[in-house]
């Protein structure tokens, strides 16, 4: 099972970086491994500078958590089975929207976290890259 090699990593991060610019968006994009280990990251000129560690974070916590943020975020909330969870790991975990993991088959196999937009603009660059996945593995199989 292939896991997210540098060139996969850079062809997501230009995909959801081609979106984030048709939505008017600069923003910060980082691809993680399975582990959580950042692989690539890119800033666009003029994104704000605190997305820097907030898309590596939601990256991170897509992995770790094994789901979307946005869905951790709904389990977050006040009440919520997971409320209090972006207290743990130094901080680490993020339940803002734009985190999703990369799954090939039924194994992740690294995520991905964008953060520069409205939540749900976030999502929809996370969203370009994950649908571009299963393109580049049909495309290098190809080649």
């Known amino acids: 099972m292939e896991g997210i090699s540098l060139q ?15 939505q008017g968006v600069p923003s910060s994009i980082a691809i993680v491994d399975a582990g959580g280990s950042l692989i690539a990251f890119h800033r ?5 500078i605190a997305g820097i560690d907030i898309a590596r974070n939601k990256a991170w916590t897509s992995v ?13 909330a006040a009440g919520g089975d997971a409320f209090g969870v972006n207290t743990t790991s130094q901080g680490k975990v ?10 090939r088959g039924n194994r992740i196999i690294g995520g991905i976290g964008v ?12 969203q370009a890259a ?11 199989r190809r080649a």
Do not use: C, N, W
């Open 115 to 126: 953060s520069g937009g409205t939540g749900d603009q976030d999502i929809r660059a996370a």
């Open 64 to 76: 770790s958590m094994q789901m979307p943020t946005s869905e951790l975020a709904r389990l977050a």
């Open 8 to 22: 996969l990593a850079i062809y997501l991060l230009s995909v959801a970086e081609q979106r984030a610019r048709q």
């Open 94 to 103: 993020v339940i803002l929207k734009g985190g999703i993991p990369l799954v």
């Open 44 to 48: 666009m000129d003029d994104a704000p």
């Open 130 to 140: 994950v649908q571009a996945l299963d393109h580049y593995f049909t495309r290098s």
